[in-house]
């Protein structure tokens, strides 16, 4: 239990372990993604029409993490690939611990792209390195377009942006150039994605950027 | 004395201020650039000549870190600008609460680019956010092309690697591609430049990306 020792200090232990994890994957040449969003943004629904989408093109594998139940995971081994479920029994966020202790699951050479599905939370995970090359976060319209200036370090942290469930845009108020304008100050370099996970509209842009962050990191691995 | 409280976390209360100074930054407009490095790899070296070219181009402020003196500070000064001391009296690195309590010191609204030079180091930095837009990373070509293996953390969380004292490159055993291969390894978005800051070599790449992060911030700001 080093975790509540005098001193101790979690997150760098956090960090420490998650550096580790990313050694271990820069070796592999597998690229690895962490998605975070708000609970019922989208993201296993994402999941499943990327990992469709993607068949064939890469060999990919998902770790689900949720507080409990595995429904996640077995909705993506429907799919036809690697799926296991990690129960954090009560943690609001997957920590770089029990990625590495699931790692042994699978055969990383045999992998292009691990996604790693956090607990759906706004806060916990952005503080929560895990190793991954780049977070990706999810942000449905139906949440307001608020959420940067209240959820700042997960839009500073955040590789990409996902605008998901624009299907419902008619039906809500939500700025799209309000939350991008929002996100934007606080991370200069984001790239931002208008799609629908249940329609497939926008997906394109997306699954193209995906394949470009998998070749790069092939690129590295030489 | 919060910061050694039982179950207490370092790295969570600073991120929690990192997050404030960066909303503060936001607000007022001004850029913001976390330089790091060991020490001796030419942090002010590089700021001297950057200012220069500036000036006129941008209102520039720097805060300087160190673990004592406040040489550096009077170095900046010396340029016609603002500068301020931090030492941290022993900490290998500075803290979003040591920039927060400085920040007094100058009027945001009248800068462009704000500039905190760390302290010499090339791990505890790494993990402590200020509130930054950018973190830019120097590392000489006296210091080896193994670093990127061996401080994987810096490497990853920089937004840019500038690779210093290229004027050396006939002199010493320094393999540039390794060096770049291991960054980008770490870091698929990685900007990299190979910059002298004695001769002023690379220079024009340098000062042409900062700008255009000065430009977003003010195209962010409205």
Redo the contacts between chains.
């Keep these: 239990m080093h975790e ?1 020792a ?2 101790s ?4 232990a956090n ?1 420490t372990l998650a ?1 580790h994890n ?2 271990h994957f ?1 070796e592999h040449g597998v690229y690895v993604l962490n998605l975070m969003s708000a609970p019922g943004a989208g993201k296993t629904t994402l999941l499943e029409r990327t990992v469709d989408a993607l068949a064939g093109r890469h060999r990919i594998a998902v770790i689900e993490g949720d507080v409990q139940t595995r429904e996640d995971a077995d909705r993506i081994a429907a799919h036809g690939i690697p799926a296991i479920q990690i129960n954090t029994g009560g943690a609001c966020h997957l920590d770089a611990r029990q990625v590495h202790d699931h790692l042994r699951h699978f055969s990383l050479d045999e992998l292009d792209l691990l996604v790693i599905e956090n607990v759906g939370n706004l806060v916990c995970p952005a ?1 929560f390195d895990l190793g991954e ?2 977070r990706v976060m999810l942000l449905s319209v139906t949440e307001g377009d608020d959420k940067p200036a209240k959820y ?2 997960m839009f ?1 942290v955040a ?1 990409a942006l996902l605008l998901n469930k624009i299907d419902l845009l008619p039906h809500v108020d939500f700025d799209l150039e309000r939350a991008e ?1 929002g996100a ?3 991370n ?2 984001l790239e931002i994605f208008r799609l629908s996970a249940r329609t497939g509209e926008g997906f394109e842009s997306w699954l193209a950027w995906l394949d470009s ?1 998998v070749a ?2 092939k690129a ?3």
Aim: proline share 3%.
């Design positions: 509540i005098l001193g200090d979690i997150l760098a960090n550096q990313r050694q820069v503080e090359h780049d700042p370090v500073h590789r304008r934007r100050a606080l200069l370099d962050r790069r990191v590295q691995h030489g």
